[in-house]
């Protein structure tokens, strides 16, 4: 499987592009993320220079499925909030009409690095039942 990483600095308007990755260097990359610095940047910035949390986005090209993982709170006190994209079949009109939704999100919040990292190799191993079991809303 390949995998498209990209990384949002809460004061850029645009993604930084990390390319395709593997597991390892995505692992790194997220290990190596001075977290605080970021938050601490959010907190000096004027908000109309705030454009998102920082975040690290990773795909899997085949399936489409990615992981957002976002740093939220305060420097030094902050933890993440991970967010799971899927395309998944949703029903509407009182369950009268299905159709799949290409870009089905759900988020959790409070999660720690571990937490983080569980998901990211979810997503390396195309673990859907893990992932799924963990997004319940």
Known sequence: MKFRASF??????????????SPDEIIDQFEKTDWNAYLQKLKTARMDNIYS???????????KNNIVVS???QPDLYEYRITY???KKVKSFFG?????DGNYSNSIDGQVQ?????????LFGN???YLS?????
């Open 96 to 100: 009268l009409i299905e159709r799949t």
């Open 8 to 21: 949002c600095d809460p004061t850029e308007l645009e993604m930084i592009e990390l390319g395709d990755l």
């Open 71 to 73: 740093a939220v709170g």
């Open 127 to 129: 673990d859907t039942a």
């Open 85 to 87: 994209h899927q395309p």
């Open 114 to 122: 571990k937490d983080a990292l569980d998901c990211l190799k979810a």
């Open 53 to 63: 949390d920082p975040s690290l986005v990773v795909e899997n090209i085949e399936s």
């Open 133 to 137: 079991a963990k997004f319940v809303k």
